[in-house]
């Protein structure tokens, strides 16, 4: 008997081969990425490369489809080569593609967000809750490795740095981060310092990790269609964001520029 779960790409899909999976496993997962920079030793579309690899691991172990990855992040971190679109279409964007997806009959949406920011990650959530409220579309919607640990969310460092590596290598050019200290500004990196530290073998073990909780949440939803584990995680992520939002404010335009300039006035 073949138990391999049904799956495909959304956009290779013709209409009743998309039909026949939804009738089976109604999860559609959304990989969210950004061309956004990350310092001189990573590629711009790290995000969006990290997201869709995880994504297409998770729709492979619990069937559903896998959209193609949306490469536009909202106040990236202030560079030149960094694309961005305002917070507010960027909502629209993610408002109209759950909507369209609860019409069409999906029970299960999954965002994985490769771009990572508080502000960011407070609308993906608001998002999902609204779907959920409007529609009853169970909707996850979290940052690649926030469900293995909050810690790991970082930016050019150890974390993502090491993901990449297990990914494309050649993408990869520690090197280019020099010698000396890191200061965010000049080198993308906030958080723990991927110099001699980042490694094929710690982004095998952090990506295995990651899609393994996804599995396991999207198991769950699957099999309980309850929306209260959903809400306990927002919660509880809300919760992680406090203190942000009491510094900064709800506004997420304005939230992030002042947050990013707190982080590199010293340097």
């Given amino acids: 008997m073949n138990t391999t779960p049904q799956w495909g790409r959304y956009a290779e899909l013709r209409p009743e081969a998309l039909a026949r999976i939804r009738a089976v496993v109604p999860v559609a997962y959304l990989p969210w990425g950004g061309l956004d920079w990350h310092g001189p030793h990573l590629p711009l579309g790290l995000n969006g490369l990290i997201a869709e690899a995880i994504t297409e691991r998770a729709v492979k172990r619990t069937g559903g489809v896998l959209l193609p990855v949306t490469d536009w992040p909202a106040a990236s971190f202030p560079h030149q080569a960094s694309l961005t679109i305002s917070f507010s279409i960027l909502r629209t964007m993610l408002d109209a593609i759950l909507d369209g997806l609860a019409r069409s009959g999906w029970r299960i949406a999954v965002l994985i967000s490769g771009y990572y ?12 809750q609204a779907a959920m409220t409007r529609h009853g579309l169970l909707t996850l919607a979290v940052p690649t490795l926030a469900l293995v640990d909050e810690e790991m969310l970082d930016h050019g460092g150890l974390w993502e740095s ?3 590596l297990a990914l494309r290598p050649e993408l990869v050019a ?8 890191l200061l965010p500004a000049e080198s993308g990196v906030v958080g723990r310092d991927p110099r001699d530290t980042a490694s094929i073998s710690l982004g095998l073990s952090a990506l295995n990790l990651a899609v393994g909780r996804v599995v396991a949440a999207v198991a769950d939803l699957i099999e309980r269609n309850n929306p209260a584990p959903l809400n306990a995680l927002y919660e509880q992520r809300r919760q992680h964001y406090q203190a942000f939002v009491a510094r900064y404010g709800n506004d997420p335009d304005v939230a992030t520029a002042a947050w990013w300039q707190d982080l590199t006035k010293s340097e």
């Fill in 174 to 181: 520690l090197q280019a981060l020099g010698v000396g200290p």
């Fill in 117 to 128: 920011g508080p502000a960011y990650d407070l609308m993906c959530m608001d998002a999902a």
């Fill in 162 to 164: 090491s993901v990449l």
